[in-house]
């Protein structure tokens, strides 16, 4: 009975610890976007497309959060005192830093377009250059990550491509489909870039919880 209230007792703590590491990871991002937001608030050419450009921030928000807590994760290793969440962390430890480079860089670049283009906050031709860079970037990392995932996460992998081909198609294809008749305003290309990256996102968080990959070791 005392050995298991102690491990409850460093369990507990140890969920702490990844909390804390979280949200100092993501607190500074978070106060930078607030910071961001009030600073454009008032600037009419940045918000001139509207929900597009609110639906595209969230979804970088969203994408570099995630790739902030991952990396919180991984930070957090050393000071885990169950031996075996440690032990999984640290060897998960370069599949998490890569995937949180590419969440990052994908979540930036998805930021950066949403305030890009003519007349707006980030010039053209800037604002193409480094979203192409940050987007390539994303894909070699996600490559690389690939290539050192055991058979479970890589069917994962493949689970979340289809899933997101088929929320694409079906919101995507239905959207089109009503503005094609006139029901509603058609998509714009900020619209479909958006739900390129949200769709595969949620896809790779759900395939990956499908197949156990955020169950605690040993459980």
């Given at each position: 009975m005392?050995?298991?209230?102690?491990?409850?007792?460093?369990?507990?703590?140890?969920?702490?610890?990844?909390?804390?590491?979280?949200?100092?990871?993501?607190?500074?991002?978070?106060?930078?976007?607030?910071?961001?937001?009030?600073?454009?608030?008032?600037?009419?050419?940045?918000w001139a497309d509207g929900t597009a450009v609110v639906f595209a921030v969230v979804v970088g928000v969203?994408?570099?959060?995630?790739?902030?807590?991952?990396?919180?994760?991984?930070?957090?290793?050393?000071?885990?005192?169950?031996?075996?969440?440690?032990?999984?962390l640290r060897h998960e430890g370069r599949g998490l830093l890569l995937g949180a480079?590419?969440?990052?860089?994908?979540?930036?670049?998805?930021i950066l377009l949403a305030v890009a283009g003519p007349d707006r906050l980030v010039p053209p031709v800037v604002g193409l250059t480094v979203a192409v860079l940050l987007t390539v970037a994303a894909m070699i990392l996600v490559t690389v990550r690939r290539r050192g995932l055991d058979e479970l996460r890589r069917i994962a992998e493949r689970d979340s491509g289809y899933l997101a081909f088929q929320w694409f198609s079906l919101i995507g294809g239905s959207?089109?489909?009503?503005?094609?008749?006139?029901?509603?305003?058609?998509?714009?290309?900020?619209?479909?870039?958006?739900?390129?990256?949200?769709?595969?996102?949620?896809?790779?968080?759900?395939?990956?919880?499908r197949k156990g990959a955020f169950d605690p070791p040993g459980g």
């Open positions: 005392g050995k298991m209230a102690a491990r409850t007792g460093t369990t507990s703590r140890d969920d702490w610890v990844r909390f804390a590491f979280t949200l100092g990871m993501n607190l500074p991002f978070w106060a930078l976007m607030l910071w961001a937001t009030i600073a454009i608030g008032r600037t009419d050419a940045v969203l994408h570099v959060s995630f790739g902030l807590t991952a990396a919180a994760q991984r930070a957090s290793a050393r000071f885990i005192r169950v031996a075996e969440e440690a032990e999984e480079g590419a969440l990052v860089a994908a979540g930036s670049s998805m959207w089109a489909i009503l503005a094609h008749l006139g029901f509603v305003a058609a998509p714009t290309q900020l619209h479909w870039l958006s739900m390129i990256w949200a769709f595969s996102f949620a896809g790779g968080i759900i395939a990956a919880a």
